[in-house]
């Protein structure tokens, strides 16, 4: 059976009802290429146009205002995740009660579920996509009393809640089981229970926030508990005067920073929309900002951590620095679910700058444009973005947007301070890349036509999906040395346009971060296995070069193979000396390899000396052979 489009949407025309004084627009998405409204409503009728069976359905979004705006500008969001399993309902209304709302969506959306489910087969029950259920045992009965008891009615089983939960979101990865439960805990004390529970039951945990990870760190390949954060995303405390904030797991960056807007102050990070602090800690992301303000790491003062046994831990005070013992907030922001469950956070705030600059120009080759952003950073000027497209990224924003900008690699600008200094930055740039070949030199002060310049960039990857709407998309990242960065791109460009896949290039050109989108057929085996050989290609070039195999994206999943990162385990010690035996149960096959087919749940034992790891092996916990590395590294291990 052909697999089904993954493009297609359905926009409800206006409603109006009895309950409802003003006209309602409803929108259902695939979260897996359009977590973003804004990108969404941006190239809408180029997809639309593309999908017969439901044009029919589909009704005009010209009367929407503004929809450059982001999500949260325009709109409240409702996930209606038992009805529409993969997909987000977004609502827009202009006075209406949250609840009532939701509940007339709920029965909307039962209404309009048959109709969809005939052409598109979204998932559940009915989806194409493949997923198996793994070898594991199921979860315990007592396990499953245990966790109603703790979460009341935040806890199911119901299989498109799992699907849902198990399958990827952002990620070409394939989901090869889904969890056995959800649950969505509501506070610390709840996410305590909930680990100490598993743990006594041995089953695994995997710790679900935005699901934006391109990745596949939100798999459960052996099913056991998805803990869901959403629930818990209050701002706890905002210190102005000390400019830092606390909030719990499952807020997001961009609801942050609405809250933190009329106090002047700004979280730094912007990876892609959607993502939670919880999950940003996990991966230690980062974004566009990360030349001027760092990555995660730079940006979390403490936080508190439920560890495999269900002790809550607070890995440092509010100090903004201290030479007390070891960084345990570095050891966790990373760790990729793999230590525990992060339960708060506290975060590194800044002041919103006086005035910004956005410039542009363009390059005759990506060499030359690589070469300028090196030479900006040497120049000593603070810049905050340095942002690349190749001629192909340029390309498909012209498709998407209908616009005619020269399809030649492209960098882009952002300046900040005051507007003296902002001035004198833009100038200064402006005189370096007339030295190295740049063209059309153009930047923007004013709001409006910053945002439209900055669009570019912000939706490149949609521009993608609009030039190849029924594609799937291979998207990886490496980072390297900023000066091997014009070697690493140039290397890797002359290899993607030497493919038949279509590929594009965009890169964190200010701190060597190099992205890469690989267009291709999912029905086409040659052309998966194609895009696979690219991604390798560039990530063992990448290394080749002193750099790393992912500089924002994570392991996950994706590059768990060992030699993609074997000097991380040149200065290791033990699990067990660290103090972290039980890590076992959480996130399992995520950041460290495991064997393809593996029971409900699995003891990971790694042997470490100084040269890297010399085994690495996975077990049945009830199934121990004599001689086995479990029997030789001793009884203390047993209790895991």
Known sequence: MDRPHSSYYFIGDSIQHTLIQAPVCLFLLPETKWPSLAGFLAYAPTILKQSPIFAPHFSTISELEQPQQSPLHLISQTRIRSVFPGHTIYFRSLSLDRSLFTSILRLLSAMLLSIIRRSSGIGGKGSTEFVVKGSHKQVPQELIEDLKAICQDNVTMDYDERYFH??????????????????????????????????????????????????????????????????????????????????????????????????????????????????????????????????????VISLKIVLPNGDVVKTASRARKSAAGYD??????????????????????????QHSVVAMCNFPTIKDAAD????????????????????????????????????????MFEFIGTEAYAREQTLIVQKIISQHKGSDFVFAEDPEAKKELWKIRKEALWACFAMEPNYEAMISD????????????????????ASPLVCTVVAHAGDGNFHTVILFDPNQENQRQEAERL?????????????????????????????????????????????????VIFTVGAVLPIKEHVPYFCVHLYHFRASGPVHVESFRFDDVKKGSILDQIGPEIRRI
Request: proline content about 6%.
């Open 166 to 299: 198990g399958k990827p979101q952002n990620s070409f990865h394939k989901a090869v089981n889904i969890p056995d439960v959800v649950v969505f805990p509501r506070s610390q004390e709840e996410v305590s229970k909930i680990v100490k529970s598993c743990d006594k039951h041995r089953v695994p945990i995997v710790p679900y926030g935005g699901a934006t990870s391109i990745e596949g760190h939100t798999l459960s390949p052996h099913g056991g508990v998805c803990i869901d954060m959403s629930q818990m995303k209050s701002v706890k405390a905002l210190h102005i005067e000390d400019m830092d904030v606390v909030v719990e797991p499952g807020i997001g960056w961009m609801e942050l920073n609405e809250y933190l807007e009329p106090h002047g102050l700004f979280f730094p990070l912007d990876p892609g929309p959607g993502a939670t602090i919880g999950g940003m800690c996990a991966t230690r992301c980062s974004g566009s900002l990360a030349v001027r303000y760092g990555t995660m790491r730079d940006n």
């Open 328 to 353: 345990l907030t570095r050891l966790v922001i990373g760790s990729e679910g793999t230590l525990g469950v992060i339960t708060e956070v506290t975060l590194r705030l800044q002041k919103i700058p």
């Open 372 to 411: 300028v952003a090196i030479a900006t950073m040497l120049s000593g000027i603070q810049v905050s973005r340095v942002e690349l497209l190749d001629e192909v990224q340029v390309r498909a924003v012209n498709i998407a947007n209908e616009k005619n900008l020269p399809e030649l690699p492209t960098l």
């Open 478 to 497: 490496v980072c390297v040395p900023l000066s091997r960065l014009a070697e690493l791109i140039s290397r890797s460009k002359l290899e993607l346009d």
């Open 535 to 583: 991604n390798h290609f560039m990530v063992h070039t990448a290394l080749s070069m002193e750099g790393t195999c992912t500089g924002e994206h994570g392991v996950g999943t994706g590059k768990i193979k060992e030699s993609l990162f074997r000097p991380m385990f040149a200065s290791r010690t033990t699990l067990a000396e660290l103090g972290l035996g039980h890590v």
